[in-house]
């Protein structure tokens, strides 16, 4: 292994030299055909394949992922031993919700500024359509109150007292979605921000009929290079995302009903981030590395921030992280060439545009001076986003910043942020450059 | 085990210790060997043993292995030449039988502890102890596989493994020769412990001191076993074996059900008969040509067997049937697989076809998990750079290997084995577009990839003679085994295949029934007659293999319906139509009408075609000699191998009736069957 072992060893850079991930597969009916570890493992075997090291001299490997199954407790580690990095790479798992890959890529950066590793494999991975369904605390006091049961009458006792209400499924993926705290939905946060900036359902439907066609056209043309092919026990290749809709119109999206507030709201299926399943990695390495084994260079990681706020708004995340950073590094908005916001929802999005540019908002909430500024849109999320690839919650992070690298390489473009809102009144953002 | 231990006493073959609680270890350790085999040696010194035992009256026995590749493989297979005169070696037999049956009868516990082989006269010894008890490990194999020399058991087993797991499962490892792992031999009851190596002694001590009951047969074993029901179980167990393995050419499985038919109700009466059962099929022509084989394997395996660096990584390029195959297999025998086409869609169904092989052959899921995660898709052949070995499967194209090849040679590492599977293109065509055209190798592998054993490693006059080495040794690896071929049209196993096929065909374009020729074949004693074997292998892969053939050796034209099947997109298996049609794993052959021709003419013509290359085959020196010809066509084709292979078949029929015959089906059907001038080398 290449640890450094002097403690004075650490790393002045961080850089992202390689990265790949796994097509994006929109959850259909039932459990889709790859676990969590599953994505991990075959999203990171070429990528591996193609280094000049073996698996076994990587540091460590960090992992983002929100739902894993019963069977991949620590799945850092569990995907790390099935990539081959054999038994002395320690790996584990870390959770910031929406953002667990993008912090994934924080810590592992961390490390190799801290000078205790070198080269360290991140990234996150999540099959949400895999997400359980549980039984509630009463259903799980009756199960144990059956198992010690011993004699007969015991257990008749026991069966005397079970009660239909008992049965009711808690649907994890539904809770999940759910604000623990303020008990809001995530798509009803939207609503909230859809509310305070004045978006319009149409304003809505057209970004995501927007983020289809991008997403279209860089599936056309090639641009997607960060993919790789993968396939299942039945045989199917899965080689692109599946949920994309070349056929996206805005007059059939306004046709949708609203799934968060039934009644009254604007946000539906059609203008949110899909559920999905997905693996995305990148490949850090510190200075030393880079040398070591002579490797090229996708980008720099320069510098990493996140923030909190209120739970009810967690879509502006984004900006509440883009700002300090932005402020930290001295840059104001317009040198930043391209942005990668993630899009849990078009609404939050386009909420995320409007707090940027609004003196108001940037002056009580942000303690700015002025406004932020514009973001041009042909510089935001060039590619699409999550509302056509979906939104497997713990590696969406890890995917905007490769991607965003991918972005500034094609637009030969010098600086750009990657940054996500994260449920439960988060943000995140890494600021990226191309060297 | 105790610090405490009484010092071992030196014996050549047995270590016997005793510790302080008085049990007897004793432990089997057979000099200069890989292996323990019961030798007439080890019996001897065992017999010693036994006496000294019944003096020293023991709390218990523990019959083990000090070697690490386990306990006991079987008799020694190199003694069984000796055994020419049945009733002498009834004799030998019985004294077996009787110093078991002391082992059977000690009154205090005794128990075997296994790990490894136990197979044949190992398992039997271990049956005649009181209890057993096994490692729990991926390595521990127990077994009968007697058969498979065209013998059973004759160490006791066919009585003792009837008695401990009942007819069923007993008859089922006898007459398939399987071996089963320590948890699958508890489940059915023929040990008494399957545990990890931490708790093996203490399993171990704990029967001795306990001595808890021994298994019994349940209600419905004793019942199959009764002599009311014995007749019926026999039927059904000679149905069984029938459609394996006809009477006429394996005596061995009839005589085993025989056996237990007429004796299973007297253990005694079924010892004698046993051992005078196996003093007869030592003697069998099936036998000695089975015994040959599996030391011509040994021979092929022992080719291998070279020092140097284990294979860890292997690259496939090229995803179709073979290069799929043989990248599921290397991954299912411990190495990192890189496997690369053109694009996804090529590859998929190859890893479909791992995954759902995986899953029928592997139990364990962790290790299954495992053995899927090695196999990984690579559309840009990152893997060439870091493969020890790199195994071309690609189409038939000589331009596209020659490309190929190029790149290859520029990305591969220094040392790495770099290898083609061509059927047709000759080695040198191949190597002369590379930088260093000595460092390839052919490996030629036979499909299906997961069943055939053998694999042809070519080489050229120009090949480095360390690669073919090497590939050889990746054979073994890969626990195949490797023939040595100079590069000639078709090789070896297709040159002399293709005729046979050919002949096959020719004799349908003449009218013949299909169902019949596949017939007299198998009656021959083929496993699949050559009709159906063409639609298995191919028929465009037959017709360019026999038109390569035709035009670089001229002896023979490709049937007319060969190239009107595949005109008409009639492949064989692969496409469901071919000379018959497949629905799912059944093959639907045609009603078998009564052929003109005599049966002994249809199979001549065919047999003896192919007899007629394999001469001229080893006159040319494709492979070094007459052995490796046989050995070549039993595990590359299934050639009869109760016969021994072609080159021993022709002799034991005699060399001039072949010539003579060849000479007149010469002159009925055309040159095609004028013996080879090889056959003068094999009369002198």
């Not at chain 1, 899965?238 to 009254?264: I, M, N, Q, T, W």
């Not at chain 1, 850090?284 to 706020?309: I, M």
């Not at chain 2, 320590?182 to 171990?204: F, N, S, T, Y």
């Amino acid at each position: 292994m290449a640890t450094a072992r002097r403690a004075s060893d650490g790393n002045r850079a961080v850089y992202i030299v390689d990265g790949c991930r796994t097509p994006f597969l929109k959850a259909r009916s039932g459990p889709g055909p790859f676990r969590p570890s599953d994505l991990a493992v075959l999203g990171a075997q070429p990528l591996l394949a193609r280094q000049p090291f073996a698996a076994s001299e990587l540091d460590e490997v960090v992992l983002g992922c929100i739902g894993p199954t019963p069977d991949e407790v620590n799945i850092g580690r569990v995907v790390a031993l099935r990539i081959g990095c054999g038994d002395t790479v320690p790996a584990w798992t870390v959770q910031r919700n929406c953002a667990s890959g993008m912090q994934a890529i924080d810590s592992g950066a961390r490390s190799i500024l801290l000078g205790r590793a070198n080269l360290v494999l991140a990234g996150g991975t999540e099959a949400m359509s895999h997400a359980p369904i549980l039984w509630g605390p009463d259903m799980v006091r009756w199960l144990g109150q059956w198992m010690s049961a011993r004699s007969i009458s015991a257990r008749a006792k026991a069966l005397a007292s079970l009660r239909p209400s008992f049965l009711k499924p808690v649907i994890a993926i539904l809770r999940g979605l759910t604000d623990p705290v303020c008990g809001l939905s995530m798509g009803q946060t939207a609503e909230v921000l859809a509310h305070r900036f004045g978006i319009t359902r149409e304003q809505m439907d057209s970004y995501a009929v927007r983020s289809h066609l991008r997403l279209v056209d860089a599936q056309s043309s090639g641009r997607l290079h960060e993919i790789t092919g993968i396939v299942d026990a039945k045989g199917v290749a899965y080689g692109h995302d599946d949920g994309v809709r070349p056929d996206s119109a805005v007059d059939k999206l306004a046709k949708l009903r609203p799934v968060f507030d039934r009644e009254f709201g604007h946000v539906t299926a059609g203008n949110s981030a899909q559920i999905t399943d997905g693996a995305s990695w990148v490949l850090l390495a510190g200075e030393q590395a880079v040398k070591d084994h002579d490797l090229p260079v996708l980008g720099r990681l320069v510098d990493t921030q996140w923030a909190g706020l209120d739970p009810r708004q967690m879509g502006l995340g984004p900006v509440h992280a883009a700002a300090p950073l932005l402020r930290r590094r001295r840059l104001a908005l317009n040198k930043i060439d391209c942005w990668e916001i993630n899009e849990a929802f078009a609404a939050q999005v386009l909420a995320c545009l409007e707090a940027f540019k609004d003196t108001g908002y940037c002056k009580t909430e942000l303690g700015l001076g002025r406004a932020l500024g514009e973001i041009d849109e042909d510089c935001l999320n060039v590619d699409g986003g999550a509302v056509a690839l979906g939104h497997p919650v713990g590696t969406s992070g890890a995917r905007i910043v490769l991607h965003l690298l991918h972005v500034l390489h094609e637009r030969k473009a010098k600086r750009g942020i990657a940054a996500i809102c994260i449920g439960g009144g988060q943000g995140g953002a890494m600021l990226l450059e191309r060297v | 085990m105790n610090a405490k231990e009484q010092a071992a006493i030196e014996r050549q073959f047995w270590q016997l210790r005793r510790d302080e609680d008085n049990i007897a270890w004793l432990a089997i350790d057979c000099p200069d060997q890989s292996t323990n085999t019961l030798s007439a040696g080890v019996l001897r010194e065992l017999s010693e043993i036994l006496d000294e035992l019944v003096r020293a009256q023991p709390r218990g026995l523990v019959i083990g292995s000090n070697k690490a590749s386990g306990f006991i493989v079987g008799a020694d297979i190199r003694e069984f030449k000796d055994f020419k005169d049945p009733s002498e070696t009834t004799k030998m037999i019985g004294s077996v039988h009787a110093m078991f049956s002391r082992i059977e009868k000690f009154s205090f516990p005794t128990v075997a502890r296994i790990h490894g082989f136990c197979l044949g006269g190992g398992l039997e010894l271990a049956l005649a102890c009181r209890y057993r008890v096994a490692l729990d490990d991926r390595k521990t194999r127990l077994g009968l596989p007697e058969i498979l020399l065209g013998l059973h058991p004759g160490f006791g087993g066919t009585v003792r493994s009837v008695g401990q797991v009942g007819v069923l499962s007993a008859m089922d490892l006898m007459l398939t020769g399987r071996s089963v792992d320590a948890r699958r031999a508890k489940k059915m009851g023929l040990i008494d412990r399957a545990v990890p190596e931490r708790h093996l002694d203490r399993a171990v001590r704990m029967l001795i001191t306990k001595q808890p009951p021994t298994a019994k047969l349940n209600a419905i074993k004793k019942f199959a076993n009764a002599g009311i029901s014995r007749p019926l179980v026999a039927w059904e167990l000679r149905r069984q074996v029938a459609k394996r393995a006809p009477e006429q050419h394996y005596p061995a499985p009839y005589g085993l059900i025989k056996l237990w038919t007429e004796h299973g109700g007297d253990r005694n009466t079924m010892f004698r008969a046993e051992a005078e059962s196996i003093s007869q099929l030592f003697v069998s022509p099936t036998s000695r040509n089975l015994q040959r084989m599996f030391f011509l394997q040994e021979r092929l395996k022992s080719m291998g067997r070279v020092a140097g660096a284990p294979v860890r990584h292997v690259h496939v390029v090229g995803a179709g049937t073979m290069g799929g195959d043989i990248a599921a297999w290397c991954a299912m025998r411990g190495m990192r697989v890189t496997l690369q086409d053109r694009e996804l869609k090529y590859i998929a169904p190859a890893i479909k076809r791992a995954l759902k092989t995986y899953k029928s052959r592997i139990k364990d899921r962790y290790h299954r998990l495992a053995v899927e995660d090695r196999l990984n898709i690579d559309l840009d052949g990152s893997g060439i750079a870091h493969a020890d070995v790199i195994i071309e499967a690609i189409v038939e194209n000589l331009d596209a290997k020659r490309g190929l090849f190029q790149e290859i040679e520029k990305r591969a590492k220094p040392d790495a084995l770099i290898a083609t599977n061509t059927s047709s293109i000759p080695l040198d065509d191949i190597a002369a577009g590379m930088d260093n055209g000595s460092r390839l190798v052919g490996v030629h592998f036979f499909n299906p990839v997961a069943k055939m054993q053998l694999i042809e490693i070519i080489g050229s006059p120009n090949t480095d003679v360390l690669q073919l080495e090497r590939a050889a040794r990746f054979a073994v690896q890969i626990d195949r085994q490797p023939l040595p071929v100079n590069s000639s049209p078709g090789f070896l196993i297709n040159r002399i295949l293709s005729p046979y096929l050919q002949e096959a065909m020719t004799m349908v374009d003449d009218g013949i029934s299909a169902s019949a020729i596949d017939d007299v074949a198998c009656e021959f004693g083929m496993p699949v007659g050559p009709i159906e074997l063409a639609d298995t292998v191919g028929l465009d892969i037959c017709l360019s293999v026999g038109e390569v053939l035709s035009e670089k050796l001229g002896r023979g034209k490709v049937p007319e319906i060969l190239r009107t099947l595949v005109g008409q997109g009639r492949l064989g298996r692969k496409n469901r139509h071919g000379f018959y049609l497949y629905k799912g794993k059944r093959v639907i052959r045609p009603k078998r009408s009564e052929p003109e021709l005599p049966l002994r003419d249809i199979r001549d013509r065919m047999i003896l075609r192919l007899l007629n290359t394999s001469v001229a085959c080893l006159r040319e020196g494709v492979v070094a000699d007459a052995d490796l010809v046989d050995v070549g066509m039993v595990f590359g084709t299934g050639f009869a191998p109760f016969r021994g292979g072609p080159i021993h078949y022709a002799r034991e029929r005699g060399v001039a009736d072949i010539r003579t015959r060849l000479e007149g089906l010469a002159k009925q059907y055309g040159d095609r069957f004028a013996p080879d001038p090889g056959w003068n080398d094999l009369l002198s």
